[in-house]
Nanobody
Framework: QVQLVESGGGLVQAGGSLRLSCAAS????????MGWYRQAPGKQRELAAH???????NYADSVKGRFTISRGDVNNTVYLQINSLTPEDAAVYSC????????????????WGQGTQVTVST
């Protein structure tokens, strides 16, 4: 019974910034990987960024230097700071969790949020 809720999307001018948040809830003891996917209409879904339980981040080449992913200390949260937005960044951004520890059980599944829309104006 894992739920992911994203927030922070919206309409921003090119060159602006956004901070996306994702909170995972349910019977969760710990989370393995947390990340952010994005998909624009007519384009393939891509993994923009993800972070391991040890705090090691990884980024798509298209966002390196502009995006920063981090894990929160409480409430199983993950953030995506997006700077220097371009029209190519416009997409639905979805929070993703890969693998959770729930008490004595490990659930090796993918969990998804509903997505949050990022729109970039010029």
């Amino acid at each position: 019974q894992v739920q992911l809720v994203e927030s922070g999307g919206g309409l921003v001018q090119a060159g602006g910034s956004l901070r996306l948040s994702c909170a995972a809830s349910g019977s969760i003891s710990s989370i393995n990987h947390m990340g952010w996917y994005r998909q624009a209409p007519g384009k393939q879904r891509e993994l923009a960024a993800h972070i391991t339980s040890g705090g090691s981040p990884n980024y798509a080449d298209s966002v390196k230097g502009r995006f920063t992913i981090s894990r929160g200390d409480v409430n199983n949260t993950v953030y995506l700071q997006i700077n220097s937005l371009t029209p190519e960044d416009a997409a639905v951004y979805s929070c993703n969790v890969k693998g959770i520890q729930s008490g004595r059980f490990y659930l090796p599944f993918d969990y998804w949020g509903q997505g949050t829309q990022v729109t970039v104006s010029t």
